[in-house]
């Protein structure tokens, strides 16, 4: 029996129709275009990682979802295998940013300093598949190595701000904060450093559960109720602009550096005189991002029409270290490619850049000469610019035409062999 093949793609997977693939199109060749006018130069790295960087503790709840890779041919031995580790020796990369690690690690000596890269490239997770959240996605990061001052952040956001500004997106904020800060108010409060990360996953909840829910969650992990109350008394008293951040460098005193404190000023300052477009940049002491790998300052952009983050990214000086033995200053920041996608194809977005697109319809009695006189035309129109389509006439040709209109075709040309020396 002739097993079915099936029609369907792998769960968590998709197939992409003419009309995404447009916008795809365009949005990679926009980022690009727009990424290079800030000095970013386009890399791209294997799909598939070695398993032991995968699994290296860097990619935080992601190397849970890993999709991992038999060993091949003659190292392939599952009979006298004893452990996972004798059977996978690869996996598919779930983010950018550690083979951006094990790039940089192996070609430093051949690339400028500071490097800015920009990669752009499918990465694969095993999680649950729902509405918006595939096994299959496309990232776009954007990392400057080797810049340890606030430059890089500056130079960063003015980027990807930039880029979204040039898709009229508009009431998009950018928040951002420093894992520095985080320690030092949940120090101030009388947290034990073995305890901040499970205090920051509970903060993490605040825009969800507020501050009622938060302290609630850190009480019942056992956490003292004047210690609870005198953190969340700081958020209550923070501005979110750099007055905030000057009331915690005054309030704090020992446990938070003047020098995180003044570069985080800096930053928005910049960023504020220098943007291109129209947006809000606000300094958010709630921002933690799950990643275990940021050392330093973290952003996100959020946008009121999604309700949700956009992009995100921050600073981890001590990745490329793993690689090498000598840390390495390094930040970067991942545009949502498939949530910008998503937006897009909801509002209706139509490129700017389409060409004019024009059809010929071919009666089924068209002769040999008629169909080189139209194949003549269609030359001239496309050598003008034009996007040209041939195709035969259907019986239904009204319901053709609709279609054809639907996709874009402003002018459609009937061709019958009797008439066609007259077009």
Request: hydrophobic letters at 35%.
């Amino acid at each position: 029996m002739v097993m079915a093949l099936k029609k369907k793609p792998v769960t968590g997977m998709k197939d992409m129709l003419p009309r995404e693939m447009e916008i795809r199109d365009y949005l990679i060749g926009l980022i690009k275009e727009t990424y290079k006018t800030y000095g970013f130069c386009s890399i791209e790295t294997p799909c598939v990682e070695h398993i032991e960087n995968l699994c290296s503790k860097q990619g935080g709840d992601n190397e849970k979802l890993i999709f991992k890779i038999l060993k091949r041919g003659e190292k392939l031995k599952i009979d006298t295998a004893k452990e996972e580790n004798d059977l996978v020796d690869g996996g598919l990369r779930y983010d950018l940013t550690v083979p951006l690690a094990r790039y940089y690690a192996n070609h430093s000596n051949e690339l400028p300093a500071p490097f800015k890269a920009l990669q752009i490239g499918n990465v694969w997770r095993a999680d649950r598949p729902q509405k918006g959240r595939f096994r299959q996605f496309m990232q776009c990061d954007i990392d400057i190595l080797g810049e340890p001052g606030n430059l890089a952040e500056i130079e960063l956001i003015l980027a990807t701000t930039a880029m979204l500004g040039k898709l009229s997106f508009q009431n998009f904020t950018v928040c951002i904060n420093d894992r520095n800060i985080l320690k030092a108010m949940a120090a101030y409060s009388g947290f034990r450093e073995e305890d901040y990360d499970e205090v920051f996953i509970i903060l993490d909840k605040m825009d969800k559960i507020g501050a009622e829910g938060v302290a609630k969650e850190l009480e019942e992990m056992g956490y003292a109720k004047e210690n609870v109350e005198t953190y969340l008394q700081l958020f209550q008293d923070v501005a979110p602009d750099v007055t905030g951040i000057r009331f915690l460098k005054e309030k704090l005193g020992d446990c938070l550096s003047g020098e995180t404190a003044d570069s985080m000023e800096m930053i928005i300052s910049s960023v504020e005189t220098a943007k291109e477009c129209e947006f809000n940049i606000k300094f958010d002491p709630t921002l933690v991002r799950g990643q275990s790998y940021y050392t330093g300052t973290i952003f996100e952009v959020t946008m009121d029409d999604f309700g949700g983050s956009v992009a995100g990214g921050g600073r981890y000086d001590k990745m490329i270290g793993k690689f090498t033995g000598q840390d390495t200053p390094a930040c970067g920041f991942s545009i949502g490619f498939e949530r910008i996608v998503m937006l897009l194809l909801e509002n209706g977005y139509e490129v700017p850049t389409v060409k004019e697109k024009k059809a010929y319809l071919l009666e089924k009695k068209m002769t040999k000469e008629g169909l080189l006189k139209v194949m003549s035309l269609a030359k001239t129109d496309r050598q003008a610019g034009k996007q040209v389509l041939i195709v035969n006439m259907k019986k239904n040709k009204k319901f053709q035409k609709e279609q054809l209109a639907e996709d874009g075709y402003i002018e459609i040309v009937d061709c019958y062999a009797d008439s066609v020396e007259n077009l």
